[in-house]
């Protein structure tokens, strides 16, 4: 399973990487900036990914790799860029439905001064006078003043149900932009990002309470030889169908990830190696079991096969310490012949 780029960015390979991605954008013409250096390093990590096969696309039918073009891959494929300009989109909704609030407020509160202002006035005019005429023209002055103060707090009304509602369909906007920005948009499980969080989060909780949190790594079997002999249609074909499986066995209260291009994750928050170990059993055999057929052409593709590995987090060992054990883990699996499950302490369990 290839390393997170972030890991791959603070590793021992770390320099050697950065000048590739700096080399590889010098070669094909492409300028040096931090947008285009995170796309390209995203790019040399993945090729496969969604990123990198519209970065070969786009270099094999020689289109100017422009800003324009860098900005438009970043929006689309990096989710940090993505849930930056989005945020701020709603942030300056957001932003004039409050200062459109705040003129409706003070404009009551000007109406509502005036109206007292008129009182006061009126209360003067009735302690002096005794003139009926007066009288009538205090009274039609309250009146009218009393009108206006009512359809100024009616309006008021209004507004601010009017941007009640406003509010609430952009906390709703707000709410879909955190999860597009968090799902794979191939497999709809979680993604990278979404996953590295929970990961750090339910190493936390698991330290803090004692309870147990099971890390595993699932890699698809054989996967660039089968990307190259069907295609890469069919390739996301069989992506969805093993994230389908996947996403099955590590819903909620469990996360289920596409870690990227051909590879996955599942964490398990209160639970052990044993439950994990059965769960992931399960899983290789019911994607095993099934024969796929390619779509276009109905093709038999054969049965597709998957190799994990799992370890449980050891008191008080970091996030990335417990991945390099998961990753080791699966690693052994792959060595042991694939279509198995290896497991961080040990065990392991085949086909």
């Known amino acids: 399973m290839s390393q997170n780029v972030d890991v791959r960015l603070r590793g021992p390979e770390a320099f050697d990487f950065a000048r590739r991605a700096v080399q590889e954008m010098e070669r094909h013409g492409v300028w040096p900036t931090a947008v285009n250096f995170e796309l390209w390093v995203n790019f040399l990590a993945n090729p496969q990914g969604e990123l990198g096969r519209e970065i070969t696309r786009i270099l094999e039918t020689g289109t100017a790799f422009t800003e324009t073009v860098s900005d438009e891959l970043a929006a689309r494929y990096l989710p940090k860029a993505k849930l930056t300009d989005q945020i701020r989109d709603t942030g300056d909704q957001l932003s004039r439905e409050l200062a459109s609030v705040s003129a409706a407020i003070s404009s009551a509160k000007q109406s509502s001064a005036d109206y007292g202002q008129t009182l006061a006035t009126a209360s003067r005019s009735l302690s002096s006078s005794a003139d009926l005429d007066a009288l009538a023209v205090t009274v039609k002055t309250l009146s009218q003043a009393t009108e206006r103060v009512q359809q100024e707090n009616a309006s008021l009304e209004k507004r601010l149900s009017d941007s009640s509602s406003e509010v609430a369909r952009l906390r709703e906007h707000l709410e879909l932009v955190r999860r597009e920005a968090t799902t794979d948009g191939l497999t709809n499980l979680a993604n990278r990002k979404a996953f590295d969080e929970e990961l750090e989060r339910a190493?936390?909780?698991?330290?803090?309470?004692?309870?147990?949190?099971?890390?595993?790594?699932?890699?698809?079997?054989?996967?660039?030889?089968?990307?190259?002999?069907?295609?890469?249609?069919?390739?996301?074909?069989?992506?969805?169908?093993?994230?389908?499986?996947?996403?099955?066995?590590?819903?909620t209260p469990r996360l289920a990830a596409r870690y990227g291009g051909e590879e996955f994750a599942i964490i398990f928050p209160d639970e052990g190696r044993d439950v994990a170990g059965a769960v992931l059993e399960e899983m290789r055999q019911e994607i095993a079991s099934r024969m796929l057929k390619r779509r276009s052409t109905n093709e038999d593709l054969g049965a597709i096969t998957v190799s994990s590995g799992y370890a449980q987090r050891r008191a008080g060992e970091s996030a990335h310490a417990l991945m390099e054990r998961s990753d080791a883990a699966l690693y052994a699996s792959k060595r042991g012949g694939r279509n198995r499950a290896t497991c961080g302490d040990g065990a392991t369990k085949a086909a």
């Open 203 to 251: 190493c936390l909780e698991a330290e803090q309470s004692g309870r147990p949190v099971t890390l595993a790594l699932i890699d698809i079997d054989h996967f660039k030889g089968f990307n190259d002999t069907w295609g890469h249609q069919t390739g996301d074909q069989v992506i969805r169908y093993v994230a389908s499986v996947i996403g099955r066995v590590g819903a």
